[in-house]
T-cell receptor, first 115, second 110 residues
């Protein structure tokens, strides 16, 4: 089975711009979660999508948004980029989310640098 | 919410040494517990998991036991290799998401 794929792997953007990141989950998985990883804050939950619906959201400003398509692929968007948005953005795929002890499988991440 | 406290690194070892990384948790209910590993420039890889008390997760020579009485899930490996150099994260289910420890950087020298 193919793993979780994320595109692009690297991005450099300027403050004020917006960016869209993409994630393709493992075949058969319907839950996609997004996490932000930074040296200062560690790994923080952004949001989770299940069957095209945002099911849960972390404590991030409204500039961070996402969506999920009928094939379970997901995108996240960050508008009006700030320097502090520089991070590794990780997508995690799961059969049904964290309930029931289902594992989350992570992609390689997208490294976003905001200048 | 649930949270994890992980021993701080960095940890430097010689090849074939014994590795222990301490992890304790605070949780309501009975979360599932995980260890993830991150190699340089990569995402997180699931190393092992345990879903209930006294469960032992194991993979690639690594082991961890879900200890409810001490709220711990310590990671151990009997004989490390240079290829085990990475950052290790303890995590638990926290309602609808995973909550992670700060990560422990392990360097194994030949």
């Amino acid at each position: 089975k193919a793993g979780v794929t994320q595109t692009p792997r690297y991005l450099i953007k300027t403050r004020g711009q917006q960016v869209t990141l993409s994630c393709s989950p493992i075949s058969g998985h319907r839950s996609v979660s997004w996490y932000q990883q930074t040296p200062g804050q560690g790994l923080q939950f952004l949001f989770e999508y299940f069957s095209e619906t945002q099911r849960n959201k972390g404590n991030f400003p409204g500039r961070f948004s996402g969506r999920q398509f009928s094939n379970s692929r997901s995108e996240m968007n960050v508008s009006t980029l700030e320097l502090g948005d520089s991070a590794l953005y990780l997508c995690a795929s799961s059969f049904a989310g964290t309930s029931g002890g289902y594992e989350q499988y992570f992609g390689p991440g997208t490294r976003l640098t905001v200048t | 919410g649930n949270s994890v406290t992980q021993m701080e690194g960095p940890v430097t070892l010689s090849e074939e040494a014994f590795l222990t990384i301490n992890c304790t948790y605070t949780a309501t209910g009975y979360p599932s517990l995980f260890w993830y590993v991150q190699y340089p420039g990569e995402g997180l890889q699931l190393l092992l998991k345990a879903t209930k008390a006294d469960d032992k997760g194991s993979n690639k020579g690594f082991e961890a036991t879900y200890r409810k009485e001490t709220t711990s899930f310590h990671l151990e490996k009997g004989s490390v290799q240079v290829s085990d150099s990475a950052v290790y994260f303890c995590a638990l289910t926290d309602d609808y998401k995973l909550s992670f420890g700060a990560g422990t950087t392990v360097t194994v020298r030949a």
